[in-house]
Each structure stands twice: as C-alpha cells, then as structure tokens.
C-alpha cells in the first residue's frame, strides 16, 4: 500500500495523506515530501508535488480503501471491542481462546499486532482505518478471523460507510 499517513514511512513515489487526528497531518507534509512521497491528499494548501484536495481527508481515506482494498477483505470476518475499560484483555482474550481452538486469527490493538505470536509493536494505541486494512491485507492467507480494539472516532467512521460493515462479517462487543 503506498498511501501512508505517516511521514516518516513514506518511501521515494508513495503518497501522503494529512490526516487530521491527535495531530494535524498537514504539520508533516513537507517532511513526507523531503521523504519522497510524490503526491499529497489534504484538506489545504498548495505543495511542490502533485497535490488533492479535499474535504475530509478520513472520509476520502475511508473511500478509497473501501474502492480499492474490499475486494481482498471482505470474506475475513471482524471483532471489534469498543467501550471504556477492558478493550486490551476482552481483545487478547479472545485471540488467545480461538488460537487455542485451532482458529487462527489475528489481533490488533494496544499490545501490537499478532498472528497467532507476536508479530510487531504499533505506534499508535487505537489503529487507523489504514492501518487495519494493511494488516488485513498482510494476513489473508494466514487466518479467518481479525480481532481489533476500537475507539468511538474510529467506529463512528466504519458505520459512515455502511456498506463496509453491511458486506463484511464485523461483530462489535460493546464493554463498560
């Protein structure tokens, strides 16, 4: 996937798209520029390389991965656990029972990112849309199940693209 939100992982003809999270991205897209990234996606500005903008960089996100990583998706069933306390464990949980059930699955969250073990640490505590699609592109062949913690921003993205959730077989526990 060369689309990337981070600038500091753009690699020489990705692009960079300046989400608007914890941080503003458009703080960074100069530095994703002198990494190479050859087109920007922003809400403003204009920029020394090929530049998109538009109004909501997290629906255009949204979007574009739904047009163009589905396909490849969907047939992975999903767990997402939103709630106030108890995400970490219900997730893990949950991961740890189904592998001992011979179910291979994957989870994503504040520990990391497993298969199965541990794979790698993650920057972040709750992962973006892009981040969970890419992982879920990497582990297709691996596993039938996905596990993944959710904050309400990032549920109340999911549910603005109906469709996702509709067409892909997502189970949301909700924990207080």
Aim: proline fraction near 2%; charged fraction near 20%.
């Amino acid at each position: 996937m060369n689309i990337k939100y981070n600038s500091k992982l753009i690699k020489p003809g990705d692009t960079f798209i300046a989400l608007n999270t914890f941080n503003d991205g458009h703080k960074y897209i100069n530095d994703a520029i002198k990494n190479g990234a050859t087109k920007i996606i922003a809400e403003h500005g204009s920029y020394e390389v090929e530049t998109l903008i538009v109004k909501d960089t997290k629906e255009y996100l949204i979007n574009y991965l739904y047009d163009n990583y589905y396909n490849k998706i969907k047939k992975l069933k999903l767990i997402g656990v939103t709630g106030t306390n108890g995400k970490t464990t219900t997730c893990m949980l949950i991961h740890n029972m189904l592998n001992s059930l011979g179910k291979k699955c994957a989870y994503i969250g504040t520990n990391g990112f497993y298969i199965n073990k541990f794979i790698k640490e993650l920057p972040n505590t709750t992962p973006e849309i892009i981040d969970i699609f890419s992982f879920k592109l990497f582990s297709i062949r691996e596993i039938f199940l996905f596990i993944f913690f959710l904050q309400t921003i990032c549920l109340s993205n999911l549910l603005k693209k109906k469709s996702f959730l509709h067409n892909t077989n997502c189970y949301i526990l909700l924990i207080f």
